[in-house]
């Protein structure tokens, strides 16, 4: 039987090497950092997921639809803000910042959805909190542009013939 301390030693290894695949090349330029980061991330679909998430909050809410259809598209809004979150830091500060920030804010504005799905002041907060939001995204975009010379495609289809190009070129 292995020391406790060997397997722990062992496992640290095992979880270094898995994670190399998912990692970004720190010695490249930060253009192909960013570059690559969008392709393992898949922030650019995040991006557009946020923003689909938004505009059926908006949707639903234009429709008088029931509290619980509410509730359900204020929840993926918040949902997918946060699974977003998940996938910051970029390689790039700038960025990290703009993204979060624009996350943030759509993860708040599907609580306060969620929670004043029924009416009220929290409905008020999250339409503010989501007039917000295009434009947070909108300054990450360019920042995505800035550094990479290229704009991202925030489709949340998969590209099918641009072999996995977070640009779809």
Not at 33 to 49: E, H, L
Not at 111 to 133: F, P, V, W
Request: with cysteine.
């Amino acid at each position: 039987m292995p020391a406790p301390g060997a397997v722990v030693v062992a496992a640290l290894v095992v979880l270094s090497l898995l994670g190399a695949g998912c990692t970004v090349d720190r010695s490249a330029p930060t253009a192909t950092q960013v570059s690559d980061w969008m392709t393992t991330s898949g922030d650019g679909a995040a991006i557009g997921q946020v923003e689909v998430d938004s505009r059926n909050v908006d949707l639903a809410l234009s429709r008088h639809d029931p509290s619980a259809a509410i509730r359900t598209v204020c929840a993926l809004l918040t949902t997918d803000a946060q699974t977003a979150i998940g996938n910051l830091p970029t390689p790039d500060s700038q960025l990290t910042d703009d993204l979060n920030q624009a996350y943030e804010d759509a993860a708040s504005a599907g609580t306060d959805c969620y929670n004043g799905a029924s009416g009220g002041a929290l409905l008020g907060r999250s339409a503010s909190e989501r007039a917000k939001l295009v434009p947070l995204l909108t300054t990450a975009i360019d920042r995505v542009v800035a550094t990479t010379g290229h704009t991202p495609s925030t489709s949340t289809t998969p590209p099918t013939d641009a072999g996995g190009d977070p640009f779809g070129n």
